[in-house]
């Protein structure tokens, strides 16, 4: 990759010390956030090689997990040299959260468990998961407490994302925030949005420096509208959180890491990758995808995604494009790369920004008279294992 000097506001103080998760330490406060369909064991290794941080594999579902489904526990594999190995775990009933945290830290299966209380998509918050549950306090509560139980036996740390609320009218990370850190978890990580803003506006980092100021005894993550390594050092210094969770400002860039790496310890150098370094990558990370899912045809597939986020402001083509997002095989995939103008140098500003979903604010899909009341009705107590989705990775 190709590495230049840039002058950033903050270089020099922008040095911040490893963060503490639990007894893991990691030495840059970075994490990738999880991404159903992206950050799986090959999009994970990439960045690894990029530079230092906690890399968390895609969302599975507790009732998935502890059922053993054969998609849940590939989500959960990791390669032999990642280490801390990271699982975010969904889920709406205390029982069997409960149960797959024991499941997966009884059978060394994760360094770390991330609980998932942040998912804005309908599937989730209409059975009442993800950013709608710590609306009821008491449910958000017990599942948190039973987590940790389970995982404190077995040393491992256990941490609690989360969005703001269901919407501006419904916020709920404030109190969730203490109510975690006095159950015990490791770190808190807030996604600056709520349920209803979905990816789109702009992140509240506001929202991030009120949650430092009322958790105090743990680490405070900020998550939103993190799209360059200046980015994620103004976020620590309008905020003071303690590290970043980094989402879909890596999607095509997995050299981000590179450049966090280098910001937090105090330099200025930067990746500028030109378009033959980026088609390099993505070939690699075809080749990953191949070893992960053992099917190139399957890898292809999930390859797809990708190339619109790789090749971001570079000159390829409109119908080359829709060439390389249709590709279905590796043979093809170095044709369509032959076809390309490898000499194309970083075209920057093009490069950079917003990529990913975004789209405008939601509607959230909730259970009925999910808002009615702060406590959890005996109705729908009964019929929280019901609720637990069964397939994981969304």
Known sequence: MT???????????????????????????VVLAPMAGVTNAAFRRLCREQGAGLYVAEMVTSRALVERGEESLRIIQHEPDERPRSVQLYGVDPGTVEAAVHMIVSEDRADHVDLNFGCPVAKVTRRGGGSALPWKRGLFQDIVTRAVRAARPYGVPVTVKMRKGIDDDHLTYLE???????????????????????????????????????????????????????????????TGCDGVVVGRGCQGRPW?????????????????????????????????MVEHFRDESKALREMRKHMAW????????????????????????????????????????????QRGRAGSPKKVVLPYGWLDSRDLSDDFRRELHEAELGVSGG
Do not use: C
């Open 3 to 29: 590495v230049t000097n840039e002058a950033t506001t903050r270089a020099a103080g922008a040095v911040l010390p490893p963060l503490r998760i639990g007894p893991l330490q990691v030495d840059t406060p």
């Open 176 to 238: 969730a925030g203490l109510v975690a850190q006095d159950a015990g978890v490791a770190a808190v990580a807030l996604h600056a949005r709520t349920a209803a803003e979905y990816y789109s506006g702009t992140a509240d980092w506001e929202a991030i420096a009120r949650l430092k100021q009322t958790v105090t005894d743990v680490p405070v993550l900020g998550n939103g509208d993190i799209w360059s390594a200046q980015d994620a050092l103004t976020m620590v210094e309008q």
């Open 256 to 288: 981000l890491f590179a450049d966090l790496a280098a910001a937090f310890a105090g330099s200025d150098e930067r990746v500028r990758p030109g378009l033959r370094e980026v088609a390099h990558t993505v070939r690699r990370h075809a080749e990953l």
């Open 310 to 353: 790789y090749f971001k402001g570079y000159v390829v083509g409109g119908d080359l494009r829709a060439r390389f997002g249709l590709v279905s095989s590796l043979a093809e995939l170095d044709d369509l790369i032959a076809l390309l103008d490898l000499d194309q140098p970083y075209p920057g500003e093009p490069a950079e920004g």
